[in-house]
């Protein structure tokens, strides 16, 4: 308590709590939920479970940081150390690749956007202005559905448009798992 005090540990407990409500955990509990509720399974105890394995794994993280501080005490408090060293070029590394990366990514939007611009020039999406609901309709079949939709836009409560009314999907599904057939052998992303 001489460096952290009630203070701090408070700010961590309020933050942590806080932590509960993201965007990330509410729709993970939340794409469970409805999953299980489709197969008619009753899902009682996701919300539990998953704050179960996500404390644990907090807590280990808490041990294993604790253990790794005092393991590189010594080696912190002495300026001219080899994990001073080692730490100085490997941030370096590190900030300097993720800027590249970024650098990168805005290259490849950029080249999306200008394609994009291009295709509209040819007149590709003249289609979709013509017809929406046809062009939608046909795109929307590159989709896995749970089930099918009935209609695809309705206007009926205007202004409020509702899109593939009756149609049910997850969005988990249809961006990865329908490519498991054909590349299920093949590495999805590097981490």
Not at 7 to 36: E, Q, W
Not at 86 to 103: H, P, Q, R
Not at 132 to 137: K, T
Request: hydrophobic share 45%; glycine share 10%; aromatic share 12%.
């Amino acid at each position: 308590t001489d460096v952290f005090g009630v203070g701090t540990g408070l700010l961590a407990l309020t933050l942590g709590m806080r932590h509960a409500f993201d965007a990330d955990h509410i729709s993970a509990i939340d794409n469970t939920t409805r999953s299980l509720m489709a197969e008619r399974k009753r899902p009682l105890s996701v919300g539990f479970f998953f704050a179960l394995g996500h404390s644990t794994v907090v807590f280990a993280l808490a041990i294993a940081l604790g253990i790794g501080m005092r393991v590189v005490d010594g080696q912190v408090q002495h300026g001219g150390s080899t994990l001073h060293h080692v730490t100085t070029l490997f941030g370096t590394l590190v900030s300097g690749a993720f800027l590249y990366a970024i650098a990168g990514l805005n290259v490849v939007i950029l080249i999306s956007i200008a394609r994009a611009f291009v295709a509209m020039r040819r007149g590709i999406y003249d289609e979709a202005e013509r017809d929406p609901e046809g062009f939608w309709s046909r795109e929307a079949k590159t989709l896995e559905w749970r089930r099918q939709y009935t209609k695809v836009l309705d206007w009926s409560d205007a202004p409020f448009a509702r899109w593939f009314v009756g149609g049910k999907l997850n969005v988990t599904e249809s961006c990865l798992d329908r490519h498991l057939a054909q590349h299920g052998d093949r590495v999805a992303y590097y981490f």
